[in-house]
């Protein structure tokens, strides 16, 4: 019998001056809303986590399985010239987050 969960996207990691910037798994189980639209930035020499943010909300229908209508990242590169890191979603939206200060914007 075939699971009805959706198996999310596995945007494949992004590495900028030692640190790796990856799609956090499991976000809900972290204390985040959501499963989806999580990044974690991790220490590559230690593999420590330094940080987590949440680049975007997800609203959901309470009438359908929340799984279903998780939003999670396709992809995830650097920008060396600007020293920001682009994601993009399963929707086609992308964000920008400045690595210095972690803001997040939404490239329109």
């Known amino acids: 019998m075939e699971s009805s969960k959706r198996r999310a996207p596995a ?16 976000a809900r189980s972290r204390g985040f809303g959501q499963s989806g639209g999580v990044i974690a930035a991790v220490d590559e020499a230690s593999g420590q986590e330094l940080w987590t943010l949440q ?3 997800t609203q959901y229908d309470p009438h359908e399985e929340t799984d279903a209508q998780e939003v999670y990242i396709e992809e995830l590169r650097i920008d060396k010239k600007s020293e920001t890191l682009i994601a993009r979603d399963e929707r086609g939206r992308t964000f920008i987050v400045n690595l210095k200060d972690r803001t997040v914007t939404e490239k329109h």
């Open 55 to 57: 680049l975007y909300t």
């Open 11 to 26: 945007a494949k990691p992004v590495t900028h001056k030692g640190i790796r910037y990856e799609q956090l798994r499991a």
